[in-house]
C-alpha cells in the first residue's frame, strides 16, 4: 500500500519557523494533487494549502502570506514551509496526495506531526 510519512513538527515560539515534509512511498504510478490539513483541539479540520501537480497553489486565508506550500515530483515530497507562526497554528497537520496506482486515483493521507507554537 502507498505510505505517507510527515515529519518536522514540533515546539517553535510565536515568530518562529518550521519546516514540515511529506514523503510519498510504495508503488505509485503519479502522483496529482498534494496538499494539507491541521485539526486543532476541539475544532474540525481545516485545509491550509493545496498544489496541483503543475505547482498551482492555493492558501486559506489565515496562513495566506506566511505558509508555502511545494513539491519535489522527482523524489515524491511535499513540504509545507510555516513562517510567523502564531498560537493559533497550533495543531496537528496532515499531508494528503492524491494518487494514481494501479488505474486506481485517490486520495492518501499521513499519519500527523504536531505542531506547537507556544512561548
Known amino acids: 500500500q502507498v505510505q505517507l510519512v510527515e515529519s518536522g513538527g514540533n515546539l517553535v515560539q510565536p515568530g518562529g519557523s518550521l519546516r514540515l515534509s511529506c514523503v510519498a512511498s510504495g508503488s505509485i504510478d503519479s502522483i496529482n494533487a498534494m496538499g494539507w490539513y491541521r485539526q486543532a483541539p476541539g475544532k474540525e479540520r481545516e485545509l491550509v494549502a493545496t498544489i496541483t501537480s503543475g505547482g498551482k497553489t492555493n492558501y486559506a486565508v489565515p496562513v495566506k502570506g506566511r505558509f508555502t506550500i511545494s513539491r519535489d515530483n522527482a523524489k515524491n515530497l511535499g513540504y509545507l514551509e510555516m513562517n510567523s507562526l502564531k498560537a493559533e497554528d497550533t495543531a496537528v497537520y496532515y499531508c494528503?496526495?492524491?494518487?494514481?496506482?494501479?488505474?486506481?486515483?485517490?486520495?492518501?493521507w499521513g499519519q500527523g506531526t504536531q505542531v506547537t507554537v507556544s512561548s
Open positions: 494528503y496526495a492524491d494518487i494514481s496506482r494501479n488505474s486506481y486515483r485517490r486520495e492518501y
